[in-house]
């Protein structure tokens, strides 16, 4: 199945500092973990991802991609379209490589609730792990499908889920009948 989801940058930047501002050290790892545990759960519950990312499997577990490339333009080696380059410098910043410090707080508008729930359980159940911890807990079975580096398709991550089959069914067609 094709990627069912748009990614959307913008709610990405304010995803990033939504976390931020709820995490002690908030690396890149953290989160980009923080993210996938909240996208499985809205993906679980809602049938959706929070941002529309992709995750890709690397060697400390699933990154989602489009957010990893904004922390990355942010820190200063990655290519994007000079918009979001100045829309991220204004929101936050990256010091020592792979901490992300606020420029101002996240804009909660741009969150559901649904959103803000999962992400809140991904914080509070995931936020205060150890990189180890939370690299092992990502080596999931979806992670362990692919080769590293490869994209993770989202039939792999629904197959962590429960309801599978149902869930497939609603991703291939959302809105049956129509």
Known sequence: MKHPFIFKAEK??????????????PTFHRISKIMY???KAHLEK???FICGDSYVAMKHGPVPSG???????TRGNGFSPLSLVNFT?????????FLVKP???ALIVHFSDSDLEC???????YGHLSFSQLTDLSHDQAWQAVDENDCINIEQIVATLTDTENLLDYLHDPYPGL
């Open 12 to 25: 990405s930047v304010e995803t990033i500092l939504y976390i931020v501002q709820n995490v002690k050290q």
């Open 37 to 39: 545990f909240a996208d």
């Open 46 to 48: 809602y049938g959706r």
């Open 67 to 73: 957010t990893y490339d904004i922390l990355k333009v």
């Open 89 to 97: 410098h204004q929101a936050f910043t990256i010091v020592e490589k």
């Open 103 to 105: 420029l101002r707080p």
């Open 119 to 125: 992400l809140d359980n991904a914080i509070e159940t």
